[in-house]
């Protein structure tokens, strides 16, 4: 395994459709983060999950926005209702417990919504 | 929120030289990370700090974990070709188990 794996890796949308992106991390991380990056910008966190449970939310992550990691693994991040607004670099990163705060970053997925 | 200020916003230098930029923030960090992102890929990590005061090495880098704990700087000696990108300070106030507060970056450009 080599690093973190988002997929894919660039989508483009019309507006008000849904779209899902998934997360495969480094195995051996049991700690997944989401993060939205706009141009211009550092990357914004929007959530955190420690194995299955997603522990923090940030005020970003509205309701149309929602992530899961149903067994711990892969996550996915599911943006319902797109807006132009939600365009920007959606990236994962993983850590491990005990790995202190080292996040390993994926290489993103480019949302373009038209 | 928590804030950093990222300085300086670019830097444009000439291969071999020395580059500094910095990074200051209202609150505490516990953690200092540094990253370094190109063009449509994922930030890739640089150094990681851990106490204050802490001074450490990577290559031709080395950071800085400020004594207030509000601060840290990345110096690169010696600059070539592939330095160039997009330099981002980050810290976290938890052990991990919260996100990372990222500055808005240094987009450094080296001059042949």
């Known amino acids: 395994d080599t690093g973190v794996s988002q997929d894919p890796r660039h989508k483009i949308t019309k507006r008000g459709q849904n779209v899902t992106f998934r997360c495969d991390p480094i195995?051996?991380?049991?700690?997944l983060y989401w993060y939205r990056q706009t141009l211009g910008q550092g990357p914004e966190f929007l959530t955190y999950?420690?194995?299955?449970?997603?522990?923090?939310k940030s005020r970003l992550l509205s309701d149309r926005f929602s992530a899961e990691r149903p067994k711990g693994s892969f996550s996915t991040l599911e943006i319902q209702r797109t807006e132009q607004g939600d365009s920007a670099m959606y990236l994962c990163?993983?850590?491990?417990?005990?790995?202190?705060?080292?996040?390993?970053f994926g290489q993103g997925t480019r949302l373009t919504v038209v | 929120g928590q804030q950093l200020n990222q300085s300086p916003q670019s830097m444009f230098i000439q291969e071999g030289e020395d580059v500094s930029m910095n990074c200051t923030s209202s609150?505490?960090?516990?953690?200092w990370l540094w990253y370094k992102q190109e063009p449509g890929e994922g930030p890739v990590l640089l150094i990681a700090?851990?106490?204050?005061?802490e001074l450490t090495s990577n290559g031709r880098l080395t950071a800085q974990f400020g004594i207030t704990r509000k601060d840290s700087f990345l110096n690169i000696s010696a600059s070539i070709p592939s330095d160039v990108g997009i330099y981002f300070c980050?810290?976290?106030?938890?052990?991990?188990?919260?996100?990372?507060?990222f500055g808005k970056g240094t987009h450094l450009i080296i001059q042949p």
């Open positions: 999950f420690q194995n299955e449970a997603q522990l923090e």
């Open positions: 195995s051996e991380h049991n700690r």
């Open positions: 609150s505490i960090f516990n953690t």
């Open positions: 700090l851990y106490k204050a005061g």
């Open positions: 980050a810290g976290q106030s938890g052990g991990g188990a919260d996100g990372l507060t």
């Open positions: 990163a993983s850590s491990r417990r005990g790995g202190g705060s080292e996040a390993f």
